[in-house]
């Protein structure tokens, strides 16, 4: 249709002659585009029906957890058939809504019923029928670093992972006499996996079993680790609980809900960080409640877009984040009895009044 008709039909309304246009374009059209486009029917129709509503009986519904990341939000799958045809937000999760559904819910209720969820966890059933998908263990062929592979038995790859294992499992000699600090030979085992969903059964294998205190290098350690150290530097937990030992693994959330000012460093809470869907729309109703937050980041994210935006060159966010520090240290802008684990809070506490004191009475 050209370009002056449909500004006819959209400023003049529609016609019996121009809807007959109309309609007749669009038969061309969808005729035209049967041509290149073909549905595979028999493939469409072994995922079911998507249409069925959650009350049809041949939709059973599960309720589970996502795994897509460590937010581990609810998760709701519509399986017809024994085919998983379409995944929603888990009504009882907390993360999923503002109110979760209470467990005493009738389930022809709850069975209507879905909870939010972000687009990682949907593509959950994009991953679950990628036709690339590795079903089997692979095992690089030729030159190392070629890129080839076969693919073995699951009883192959374990026969051989656990012959290299204990060529390496020696408890007793030192991976180098002049450096005692490497510890034994068995530490050159490391046991990298990735985002790994299995760490209660492989910690203990590869720490407990096998001996090597490279028992787990996964994502996290260039994923998160940061805010695990901060959360622990921050708080202090190590004097304050010493039934926690070091490198206890915890991390803390903004208080949105209650916050009045929020400074974000290279973050976007609407399109990253976990629980996702919590966070992102706790973060929307303190921007509703005009509340103030601030993003620090060279590219103006979606956050950045709905509130203020700090520019700031690649790699220079962290002069900036020490500058910001200095002037609250130089300022005593930071709150001590806070910041202080609690065994030491009320001697910093008192400290902190007293100072005040002598600087308001001129005594120091």
């Known amino acids: 249709m050209k370009l002056e008709q449909s500004a006819t039909l959209l400023n003049r309304g529609v016609n019996r002659r121009s809807f007959l246009k109309l309609t007749s ?18 493939r469409a129709a072994s995922f079911g029906n998507p249409i069925l509503v959650d009350t049809d009986p041949r939709v059973d519904i599960k309720y589970s957890v996502c795994q897509g990341c460590h937010g581990r939000c609810g998760l709701k799958a519509k399986v017809v058939d024994g085919i998983l045809v379409k995944v929603e937000g888990n009504p009882y999760h907390p993360c999923n809504l503002e109110e979760y559904l209470p467990f005493a819910t009738d389930p022809a209720r709850a069975r209507t019923a879905a909870g939010r969820m972000c687009a990682k966890g949907l593509g959950g059933m994009q991953s679950l029928y990628d036709p690339h998908r ?179 060159k690649t790699g220079v966010d962290a002069a900036l984040a020490m500058g910001i520090a200095r002037h609250l240290i130089d300022n005593d802008l930071y709150n001590t009895p806070f910041l202080a684990p609690p065994a030491r809070r009320r001697g910093q506490s008192h400290r902190r009044v007293e100072r005040h004191r002598r600087h308001a009475a001129g005594e120091d």
Not at 25 to 42: K, N, P
């Open 134 to 312: 590795l079903k089997l263990p692979l095992k690089g062929v030729g030159e190392r670093g070629a890129g080839q592979w076969e693919a073995i038995t699951w009883e192959q790859a374990l026969s051989e992972i656990a012959a290299r294992l204990v060529q390496y499992r020696d408890l007793s000699t030192p991976i180098d006499p002049d450096a005692p600090e490497l510890g034994k030979r068995v530490n050159q085992i490391v046991f990298s996996g990735g985002r790994n969903q299995q760490n209660a059964f492989t910690d203990v294998f590869f720490k407990n079993i096998i001996g090597t205190v490279n028992s787990r290098h996964d994502h996290t350690s260039i994923c998160e680790v940061s805010h695990h150290i901060a959360h622990e530097l921050v708080t202090g937990w190590g004097d304050a609980a010493p039934f926690l030992v070091s490198g206890f693994k915890n991390h803390s959330k903004p208080d949105l809900p209650n916050a009045e000012f929020v400074l974000w460093f290279g973050t976007d809470p609407c399109s990253a960080n976990f629980t996702f869907v919590a966070i992102a729309r706790k973060f929307i109703e303190m921007a509703q409640r005009k509340g103030k937050f601030y993003v620090v980041d060279p590219r103006c994210n979606v956050a950045a877009s709905k509130g203020n935006w700090i520019p700031i």
């Open 25 to 42: 374009t669009l038969a061309a059209g969808t005729a035209f585009a049967g041509v290149f486009f073909r549905v595979d029917e028999a």
